[in-house]
């Protein structure tokens, strides 16, 4: 499956090269960076690599004054131009061609940058992987947006797949996708999706793993990992809508999941009420602050920090709780080497190494790292 856009694109570097050897050089890079650490197990693959990612966006502009939808290229602040990703859901790509083409028929202005003139700035769609609900976010710079009854009922003729549109915005000079305010202008507002059993609700805003069917796999793993018993006390790090923490909260006594988002945890604790799920515990604010105040004992912490990684005091906290395992999920391995160290030299050692590769064809990978605390 040959890529036309790779050279223009630069998101997936290797995807004409072909999947094996996609997957040799990252597994390369994993163990030349890692191994010092501990066994990096071999990397775990996807059955079809293909159109795999859940949720797409694109950015909305103008050349040789038609409208063109696509992604920033590399490096840079220019659209290129994507009628069709070999990564992205099919469907999703489907949609935004039929914005695209509904743009130019209700005479709706795309947004510039350089002036602030114009309404429509981006276009995000999210997909259920197990319920086959579709989200469309309008990223819009007002609220002013005449005949949207109507573009939506057009958008619907077209795509009756769709379960909800929202209209998010966004009147910031800023490169974020998403602005502070969302309006339902179809359906409730949000999809569902299920991942290892339990059902997630999914607004604009929340966080969740692009790829479904390989993010079960990974937290089938850490869930392994962990080792829970129906005694522990479990401490979910940067938890996100609690996908990790509920899966966990099967297993263990008590889980507590932290997270900085609000919106996240407002999905998260809607979840575990639909759930039934009564032995966990939602916290909103930074996951560093929190443990750090935390006086109880705890057996184990899951830890799933952004590219950057852990700061200092998340890491001193974990130290000073001293749980019996850290499991670290990552998705940037240089972080993840800075912080492995940091534990080594702090009475944590290293058990196992297990990529996955979660963004075939794209230079990132994630891995699941178990710690565990050195016996004095």
Request: hydrophobic share 35%; with cysteine.
């Amino acid at each position: 499956m040959e890529c036309p856009y790779v050279k223009k694109c630069g998101g997936c570097n290797h995807i004409n090269d072909g999947y094996e050897k996609h997957l040799k050089i990252l597994e390369n890079k994993e163990r030349k960076l890692l191994k010092k650490h501990g066994v990096v197990h071999e990397i775990q693959k996807m059955n079809y690599p293909y159109h795999y990612r859940n949720k797409v966006t694109a950015s909305f502009g103008y050349e040789k004054g038609k409208i063109i939808a696509g992604t920033y290229q590399e490096n840079s602040h220019r659209i290129v131009n994507i009628d069709g990703c070999i990564i992205e859901n099919k469907k999703a790509d489907e949609i935004i061609a039929t914005i695209k083409k509904l743009a130019v028929s209700f005479k709706i202005k795309i947004y510039n940058e350089d002036t602030g003139y114009g309404l429509l700035r981006h276009v995000m769609v999210r997909y259920g992987h197990n319920t086959n609900e579709y989200m469309v976010v309008l990223i819009l710079s007002s609220t002013m947006f005449p005949s949207k009854k109507n573009f939506v009922k057009a958008l619907l003729k077209e795509h009756p797949e769709i379960t909800t549109v929202v209209m998010n915005i966004n009147n910031q000079k800023t490169s974020m996708i998403l602005g502070e305010r969302s309006q339902t202008i179809y359906g409730k507002g949000y999809i569902n999706d299920k991942l290892c059993g339990i059902n997630y609700r999914l607004s604009p805003e929340s966080f969740y793993q692009i790829n479904s069917s390989m993010t079960e796999k990974l937290y089938k793993k850490a869930i392994e990992l962990a080792d829970l018993k129906s005694s522990d006390k479990v401490i979910d790090a940067y938890s996100g809508i609690g996908t990790i923490g509920m899966t966990a909260a099967k297993k263990a006594g008590s889980v507590i999941a932290v997270e900085l988002n609000e919106t996240a945890v407002k999905d998260a604790i809607k979840n575990a009420r639909h759930e039934k799920i009564n032995n966990i515990r939602f916290v909103h604010g930074d996951a560093g602050k929190f443990m750090d105040s935390y006086k109880e004992a705890v057996d184990v912490v899951f830890m799933d920090p952004p590219r950057a990684g852990s700061s200092k005091e998340f890491l001193d906290s974990i130290v000073r709780l001293a749980p019996k395992r850290v499991v670290y999920i990552s998705c940037n391995p240089e972080t993840l080497d800075r912080d492995l160290k940091y534990l080594e030299k702090r009475e944590y050692k290293v058990d196992g190494i297990w990529p996955y590769d979660m963004f075939p064809f794209t230079e990132h990978v994630e891995c699941v790292v178990l710690m565990s605390k050195v016996k004095d």
